[in-house]
């Protein structure tokens, strides 16, 4: 296998380009880790720095201007505001489920009512979160109803 | 005829600003027990404003408690039905979105 790596021009953003006669689990795995890379979130732990894969995280929360990611047994913190994290993230299996929460939809256990058009979502955490009665159209569109 | 007409404006007026005793606030989430208790004061709030405007437009009289404990029975009911209707329309829609979520789940297992 070759790999040349060139200089793209400046008006150009910096991209991968895969030739291959036929794929193979060899390129399949270089994609995913390619793909992985791209999204994945730096979160801090009072100055330590962790990288996190987003299939990790259950939910962002905002809360007093600061953005708190919270994964199965941890809690971080992003430099990032909710609303760049909802760009990155938001067409995965992320969606806004209140002003301030982005939720993890492959976290979610179950969904029940919870009166005046909201839900609440059952994590895999055991942890529940309020889905607005405003983002549940937006949750039925994630799941394809 | 139009002093009637007015008060049930009025009336329906009063009933939507109801709402927002129910209403989600932008600044911060309610937990079920607190929506709940928010619905139950919305109740108090829907009989006392249909009241008022019930004698207002000479619907009834307060001192017919016949009359009265008629009004909030039908009011009782009404609620509940709503509550009620509302409460399984959401718990059909919880029912598919479950659904939906296994199957993305039986999918993530298969890959």
Redesign the interface.
């Known amino acids: 296998m070759k790999i040349i790596v060139e200089e793209p021009d400046e008006q150009e953003e910096d991209h991968v380009i895969i030739r291959c006669r036929q794929m193979d689990d060899t390129l399949l795995q270089m994609i995913q880790i390619l793909k992985r890379k791209q999204k994945t979130l730096v979160a801090y732990q009072e100055t330590t720095a962790f990288m996190l894969q987003p299939e990790d995280v259950f939910y962002f929360e905002a809360v007093d201007n600061h953005v708190f990611i919270y994964c199965k047994d941890s809690l971080y913190e992003s430099k990032q505001k909710l609303y760049e994290i909802e760009l990155l993230l938001g067409e995965d299996q992320f969606f806004r489920a ?2 301030s929460v982005i939720l993890n ?2 976290k ?13 979502a059952n994590l895999k955490n055991n942890e529940k979160i ?1 889905i ?3 983002y ?1 159209p937006l ?2 569109q994630k ?3 | 005829m139009g002093k009637q007409l007015f008060f049930l404006a009025v009336l329906s007026l009063f009933c939507a600003l109801g709402e927002f005793i129910i209403m989600e606030s932008e600044e911060r989430q309610y937990s079920k027990k607190e929506i709940i208790i928010r619905f139950f004061f919305h109740y108090l709030y829907m009989n006392l404003v249909v009241l008022f405007f019930g004698i207002k437009i000479g619907w009834f009289t307060i001192l017919n408690r016949l009359e009265i404990g008629i009004v909030l029975v039908m009011i009782a009911i009404i609620y509940l039905i709503n509550v009620i209707a509302s409460y399984a329309r959401d718990k059909s829609l919880a029912e598919k979105m479950n659904q939906k979520l296994l199957h993305l789940e039986n999918q993530q297992e298969m890959k």
């Open positions: 209140s002003k939809l492959r979610i256990k179950s969904l029940t009512p919870a009166f005046s058009g909201r839900f609440e309020m607005s009665r405003q549940v949750l039925k799941l394809g109803l």
